[in-house]
């Protein structure tokens, strides 16, 4: 989607994206290492190499062999690796377009559907990071991942 509606944001005198996360993508919740390893080279991070990623994931899935190979538990293993590897393209656009600050933000554990209700923040409280991220100004930091509204890293 980023990809496809790029070009409208080019036209824009403040562009932004804001890709909402979680801190279950967070590098240390990944525990294959060489995934974990690919997503957290940041100087080699391309579009390819996080695909690459992603089909060895799926592939270890459909083999069966996500706890064997991958150390993870089935219940929340798609969940992570695809915030992980949102994160991890968070980062590349963020090079590619130098001049859209591009970021990515967990809302916090929010009374969802997805949390059965049970999240400390509500909706609104949830959408304060994003918006706070998609009204930074101009020349504000791009590539990074938020928790809410403060900085926090990949790892």
Known sequence: MCEALIHLLHLSEAPRIVNVSSYAGKLTNVRYEWAKSVLSDAENLTEERVEEVLNQYLKNYK?????????????????????????????????????????????????????YNNGQFTADEGAEGPVWLALLPNGSPSGLFYLQKEETSFD
Do not use: F, H
Request: proline share 6%; net charge positive; charged share 15%.
């Open 63 to 115: 083999e069966g062999v996500l706890e064997i190979k991958l150390g993870w538990p089935d219940s929340m293993s798609g969940y992570t690796i695809s915030k992980a590897a949102m994160n991890a393209y968070t980062r590349i656009l963020a090079k590619q377009y130098p001049n859209i600050i591009i970021n990515c933000v967990c809302p916090g554990y929010v009374k969802t559907d997805m949390t």
